[in-house]
């Protein structure tokens, strides 16, 4: 009697906690059968192919029947790519990586989160407690007034609280987000854009204390992602030897061409912006609407040179997934092409070109054997119907079903 109440306690406690965590998908291998799959490197789509994954990767890609005793999927002539890739969340809960996950991300860079949530999350997915995506990490946004929930998880930085302002405390806050595991660090180059009493054209550091912040952070070989908008913070940072420009509105052609040569990529954010000028989404306050408009059209004149240029351009939200979230990745592929892409190139972005800015390319961004089984299943050839993207019927992270609404779609 006594132990049947204490099975049934850890029962009660486990539906109560299915309630707030998504519960693990299967891992059992499956073969998706009848599949057109899409080559991001070539645009080639090979018809009616069998994939087979197991144990989290993709272990082959044919023709030919299923292996038996395997679960198959049926696509019906589907079109299969690989899993989405944000460059740029700050999704921090549950639920806000599980709408990143039925939107088709697989993967998403962190982009600054209190309490080292990206990183908790993270976990969580490679112990195979809960369905991707999977988490590139970065912790607190390294900026002059850092976030103060920073020092009630970790005190001994307290000496951060009055101000990352000096050489010497900037490499303090990168030392204390790499003691806490993170793969790479955000830093902010010039002020924010969706505050309303910041410019976010104004310089914030300068070149040789983001060179500082660089070398730091490559003692355990994080690279660094900066948020800039105005373009004297953002040579600064691209000269400082930056992995990624976050956003980019106001970047001159000498700063494209200085990201052109170093290999600098560009992470627009693009659909966020639009978000700042209309009502609604994670942005709804009168002054930023009238700075949206003005800046949108910048934004999309850097993304046009930018690309002319050749500069590497990603996808990434900015958005923490929240329940009135606008933004999503498919979304701002589809931008990309209204912007002069091609459809392959749009979703480059969003795949092998986001994986080669996070040093993944030999594991995510393509459907290739051995790479991780991240894909999406689509309604229509998305090579020729950009959009089909914004509305995946199978979500696949690591191997596990994440969203299969291919009944409703039959
Ligand atoms: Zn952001």
């Given at each position: 009697m006594r132990r049947l109440r204490l099975v049934l306690v850890i029962a009660c406690t486990s539906v109560g906690l299915a309630a707030q965590t998504p519960a693990p998908a299967s891992t059992a291998p499956l073969a998706l059968v009848n599949a057109n799959v899409v080559n991001v490197r070539d645009g080639k789509i090979a018809a009616n192919a069998t994939i087979v994954l197991r144990n989290g990767r993709i272990e082959s890609i044919g023709g030919g029947a299923a292996p038996s005793g395997v679960k198959v999927i049926d696509l019906k002539g589907k079109y299969v790519l690989p899993g989405l890739i944000d460059a740029h969340t700050h999704a921090d809960n549950f639920a806000a990586f599980r709408r990143a996950l039925e939107s088709g991300v697989t993967t998403v860079r962190s982009a600054g989160v209190s309490n080292y949530a990206d990183v908790g999350f993270n976990t969580l997915v490679k112990n195979g407690v809960v369905a991707g995506p999977n988490v590139v990490t970065a912790g607190y946004h390294v900026r002059p007034q850092m976030a103060p929930e920073a020092f009630l998880g970790d005190p001994s930085y307290a000496d951060l609280m009055s101000g990352v302002t000096t050489i010497e405390k900037m490499r303090r806050a990168v030392q204390m987000n790499l003691s806490h595991g993170v793969d790479w660090i955000k830093i902010l180059a010039t002020e924010r854009a969706g505050t309303a009493d910041t410019d976010p054209r104004k310089q914030v550091y300068t070149e040789d204390e983001i060179r500082a912040i660089v070398q730091e952070a490559a003692t355990r070989n994080a690279p660094v992602e900066a948020h800039a908008h105005g373009d004297e913070g953002a040579m600064a940072a691209v000269k400082a030897g930056v992995r990624s420009i976050e956003h980019?509105?106001?970047?001159?052609d000498a700063t494209l061409q200085e990201m052109k040569r170093r290999g600098t990529y560009l992470d627009p954010t693009y659909t966020t912006v639009i978000d700042l000028t209309d009502?609604?989404?994670?942005y709804d306050v009168p002054a930023l609407r009238i700075r949206g408009e003005h800046m949108l059209p910048r934004l999309r004149d850097t993304v046009v040179r930018a690309h002319k240029l050749g500069v590497p351009i990603v996808t990434g939200g900015d958005t923490g997934y929240g329940p009135n979230s606008l933004t999503r990745i498919g979304q701002e592929a589809t931008h990309f092409v209204e912007m002069g892409f091609t459809q392959l190139e749009a979703i480059q972005s969003a795949t092998i070109r986001n994986a080669e800015m996070l040093k993944l390319e030999k594991s995510i961004g393509a459907i290739e054997a051995?790479?991780?089984a991240d894909l999406i299943a689509v309604e229509r050839n998305p090579l020729e119907q950009?959009?089909?993207?914004?509305?995946?019927l199978l979500v696949i992270s690591n191997g596990r079903v994440g969203l299969d609404r291919l009944n409703f779609a039959r």
């Open positions: 980019g509105t106001y970047l001159s009502s609604g989404g994670d051995g790479f991780e950009i959009t089909t993207l914004q509305d995946p």
